[in-house]
């Protein structure tokens, strides 16, 4: 599970120049203008081999009429919300203002830990700007350069420290397994955890601007119990932005990375879009069991061949996701629904799964028979052995004589392999290449 770290402020204070360089491209926009990073992105970002999940939001502004900053701060306070660390940056050059103190006031409201830090301090005389925001109340402010990469380092470390101490925390042991339901708004998410539920407790309100964290629902199947996580989210807000499918991602991240098994939903009558893969690819990324659930059966025109081509559809759309069991289901009239559970025990088995050492070894014999390894500059990939060194997920390391000679298109042809022949359907499997220790 990768903690997730949220960088909030207002407008102007640096925020995406600071998400670019801690994330190490330049995947947001930057600009002068107030207000233009208008929706959250999304990266995994690594500092001393600890990965986390940071989120860019758009600049805060607590008491605003303008439409448009009235959703930035909407969207801002879902990323607060799923966040397990806030990182809250200031304007070292323009000092504090009262709009500094308005974000600090949610935030201390929140709960959360917050890591603040004070950016634009690129020059030893701006230093002394830095205490002001002591007043702020949220601890030691760190100073930073954002477009300079200055102090980034310190941060870091400031930053892992605190999520570490979150960790350390204790924490309930619970027993259930953990089910996320994803897929974007309107897909029919509630719409199913109701008819598992066999009440209607799922509500999703139409007032425009309407935010509701992800709701945990227990379920209990065959004497087995279940938390199903519903990320139902955010409702449309008129057609202010054309992004707002948006919403659906940072709900996503929270609760797969709070899930065993994840149930992706796709609409029957939309297809597969491009929302769709980025979703479900938070899940891949993840190693994280999946089904692919496609809904609203009901609701198309069939034939004898209806089923062939959605599947054709969504498994030449979503080839990176050839081992997730696909169900097509009726979440409004509970039409194959039964199979759910079913399928749910089915992938957290297969993540569950061990193969004997001598097993995969005789396996690795036949797959370098099928295709040759690949050579490089007259030197060829050799493959020694292979062991199986954890579960969920099935987790693999290849010994080799040299890494760099393992063509990222054969390590793809291993993890296939080894899914395919040891039958990992319904969760991926990790392969590791390491190279094997030289004798002396």
């Not at 640096?14 to 994330?23: A, I």
């Not at 109340?137 to 954002?146: E, F, H, R, T």
């Not at 088995?349 to 028979?369: C, H, L, W, Y």
């Amino acid at each position: 599970m990768k903690p997730i770290i949220a960088v909030v402020g207002r407008p102007n204070v640096g925020k995406s120049t600071l998400f670019n360089k801690l994330v190490g491209e330049r995947i947001a926009i930057v600009e002068d203008t107030p207000g233009v990073t208008r929706d959250r992105i999304i990266a995994d970002a690594e500092w001393q081999n600890y990965q986390f999940t940071l989120i860019d939001t758009g600049g805060i502004e607590v008491k605003t009429k303008d439409t448009i900053f009235e959703q930035m701060r909407i969207q801002a306070e879902i990323a607060m919300e799923m966040a397990d660390l806030i990182l809250l940056l200031v304007d070292g050059r323009e000092g504090m203002t009262a709009a500094d103190e308005e974000v600090s006031d949610m935030l201390r409201k929140r709960g959360k830990r917050v890591v603040l830090a004070v950016n634009k301090l690129d020059h030893i005389q701006l230093e002394q700007e830095l205490y002001e925001f002591y007043n702020l109340g949220l601890g030691d402010p760190m100073p930073i350069s954002a477009e300079q990469g200055l102090g980034l380092g310190d941060l870091l470390d400031c930053i892992i420290h605190n999520v570490e101490a979150i960790y350390q925390e204790p924490q309930e042991d619970d027993q259930h397994l953990k089910v996320a339901v994803v897929g974007k708004p309107n897909v029919g998410k509630s719409t199913l955890i109701n008819h598992l539920l066999g009440e209607k407790r799922l509500i999703v309100s139409d007032i425009p601007g309407t935010t509701r964290d992800a709701i945990d629902s227990e379920v209990i199947h065959n004497g087995k119990e279940y938390i199903f996580i519903d990320t139902a989210g955010l409702r449309k807000k008129n057609k202010i932005f054309d992004d707002i499918e948006r919403y659906s991602i940072i709900r996503a991240v929270a609760a797969i990375d709070r899930a065993d098994v994840v149930v992706m939903m796709i609409d029957a009558t939309k297809g597969v879009t491009e929302q769709d893969s980025k979703i479900v690819g938070i899940a891949h990324n993840r190693f994280i069991p999946t089904i692919l659930v496609v809904n609203k059966w009901d609701a198309l025109e069939k034939d004898n061949k209806t089923m062939q081509k959605l599947t054709k559809e969504v498994r030449n759309n979503l080839a990176f996701m050839g081992y997730a069991p696909l169900l097509f289901i009726s979440a409004k009239t509970g039409q194959r629904t039964d199979k759910l559970f079913e399928t749910i025990q089915f992938v957290k088995m297969q993540s569950e799964k061990r193969i004997p050492t001598n097993k995969i070894n005789e396996a690795i014999i036949d797959f370098v028979t099928i295709k040759q390894p690949p050579a490089k500059n007259g030197r060829r990939l050799k493959i020694y052995y292979g062991t199986q060194t954890g579960i969920k997920p099935p987790t693999f390391v290849i010994f080799v004589n040299d890494e760099s000679l393992m063509h990222f298109s054969y390590k793809r042809y291993l993890e296939n392999k080894i899914n395919e022949t040891f039958d990992f359907s319904g969760t991926p499997v990790r392969l590791f290449i390491r190279e094997k220790a030289k004798e002396n």
